[in-house]
């Protein structure tokens, strides 16, 4: 991916570290910059002041940014802080991009891709409420085992971008493997039948 891929993602971060929160029109451009599809919910959230929306995404930013609680924890109550911003209360993927925004040194991307590319390597990852959490558990052991390994001190961010590499890779097993295989996931190295 290009270095500047990312640029809307590091302009809504120096502005959500600036203000403690993130606006719509922040939201708006993480939106773009996700490649997130909008439905009825964008006319909700467009709806809302824009303080309300800076309040719930407030609370968000608090709870990633806290330094007393570990990664996984902070996650989580950052995206239960989220289930209140309309377009956040449902699926993962434009959470974790406010999160990412809100805590950039500890917090990771979550999407479709990267879970393929956990699953690829041989590390599961259900969909069952708290998704965001559980993945931000199998980020920290990836940073962990790499650092134990002699692999330097990545961030969760490198650690979520390798992973939306791995999953991305066409030439790999089909997409949403772990739902079409039951039990697929739990076996390291599993490929999918065709």
């Known amino acids: 991916m290009p270095e500047v891929y990312d640029e809307t993602l590091r302009d809504v971060i120096v ?17 773009l910059w996700k490649r997130i599809r909008v439905g009825a919910w964008a006319k909700e959230l467009l709806s809302m002041a824009d303080k309300d929306v800076r309040d719930i995404t407030g609370e968000a930013v608090v709870a990633a940014r806290d330094p007393k609680v570990d990664v996984p924890d902070a996650a989580r109550h950052a995206r239960r802080a989220l289930i209140k911003l309309p377009g956040a209360r ?4 434009f959470p974790s991009a406010i999160i990412v925004a809100a805590a950039p ?27 965001y959490a559980r993945y931000m558990t199998l980020v920290e052991q990836c940073r962990a085992e790499l650092r134990e390994h002699g692999y330097g001190d990545w961030t969760a961010r490198e650690i979520d971008l390798a992973l939306f590499t ?14 079409d295989q039951p039990g697929a996931s739990r076996r390291l ?3 999918p039948e065709s």
Do not use: F, N, Q
């Open 15 to 31: 502005r959500a570290t600036a203000a403690g929160s993130l606006g719509k029109s922040d939201l708006g451009a993480l939106l």
């Open 90 to 93: 449902i699926g993962d993927a």
């Open 105 to 131: 040194d500890r917090m990771a991307v979550y999407d479709y891709h990267a879970h393929l590319g956990l699953w690829r390597l041989g590390l599961r990852l259900d969909e069952k409420p708290g998704l």
């Open 166 to 179: 791995c999953g991305e890779d066409k030439r790999r097993p089909r997409a949403r493997p772990w739902r």
């Open 189 to 191: 190295g599993a490929e």
